[in-house]
């Protein structure tokens, strides 16, 4: 019943921008604490951004050059990356959390999941 799904992934050079799309279905963002993930190879799954009550939170390794954001009337929410570099390739992942709360980034905290957007930055 619920679905999220990523969109905007791709290959980008070194210093390039991307904006991410999740789009939800069965759930409305807005009651919940939503947050961006990304998973590189051969590394776990780690937060990046997470937004809850308007208040915005981000690791220290994007801050200043990603901002998460949502859009209620179509249920979207985004992820502006700029500045990226070759470390911030991996697979993006959107989620959103009951509550209350971004829950430190514990993953068992996100109950609902996209199935991810590779993004690829060269160098």
Known sequence: QVQLVESGGGLVQAGGSLTLSCTASGLTFNDYA?????QAPGKEREGV??????????????QG????????ATNEMYLKMNGLKPED???YYCAADPGPGC??????????WGQGTQVTVSS
């Open 89 to 91: 390739t991996a697979i």
């Open 65 to 72: 050059r990603f901002t998460i954001s949502r859009d209620t």
């Open 49 to 62: 951004s997470c937004q809850y009550r308007g208040a915005t939170y981000t690791r220290h390794y994007v």
């Open 103 to 112: 829950g430190g980034y514990n993953l068992t905290e996100y109950k609902y």
């Open 34 to 38: 939503v947050g961006w993930f990304r």
